[in-house]
C-alpha cells in the first residue's frame, strides 16, 4: 500500500515557475515508477510526466518537454514535478501516481490546484 499526498499548488501569473511536490508512505517507493497527471475542468485526465523506479529514466507529455521536469528522491520518499514558463493552459488539478506495473498506475494522490492566469 501506498500513500501519495501532493503540495506546492496555487495561482500563479503566466511565465512563472512552481515546483509540486509528491510524498508518499511505505518503505517500497523505489520500487514504483511515479507519474505526475493533470485534469482541467469539463477534460479527461491527461498524462504529464514520468520518472522510473531509480531515476535514471524520465518521459514527458509533449506540452511537458522542455518546460516541465520530474525528479524523485527514494531516501526521501518524494517526486517533484517542476514547472517553468507556466501558461494558463497548465491550469488543472495535478496528480501523482505510483506504478508497480507496465499496465498502469496501483496508486493516486489527492491532487493539487495550479491556476495560471494570463
Known amino acids: 500500500q501506498v500513500q501519495l499526498v501532493e503540495s506546492g499548488g496555487g495561482l500563479v501569473q503566466a511565465g512563472d515557475s512552481l515546483r509540486l511536490s509528491c510524498a508518499a508512505s511505505g518503505r517500497t517507493f523505489s520500487s514504483y515508477a511515479m507519474g505526475w497527471f493533470r485534469q482541467a475542468p469539463g477534460s479527461e485526465r491527461e498524462f504529464v510526466a514520468r520518472i522510473s523506479q531509480s531515476g535514471s529514466h524520465t518521459y514527458y507529455a509533449d506540452s511537458a518537454k522542455g518546460r516541465f521536469t520530474v525528479s524523485r528522491n527514494n531516501a526521501k520518499n518524494s517526486v517533484d514535478l517542476q514547472m517553468n514558463s507556466l501558461k494558463p493552459e497548465d491550469t488543472a488539478v495535478y496528480y501523482c501516481?505510483?506504478?508497480?506495473?507496465?499496465?498502469?498506475?496501483?496508486?493516486w494522490g489527492q491532487g493539487t490546484q495550479v491556476t495560471v492566469s494570463s
Open positions: 501516481a505510483a506504478s508497480n506495473n507496465p499496465a498502469g498506475y496501483d496508486y
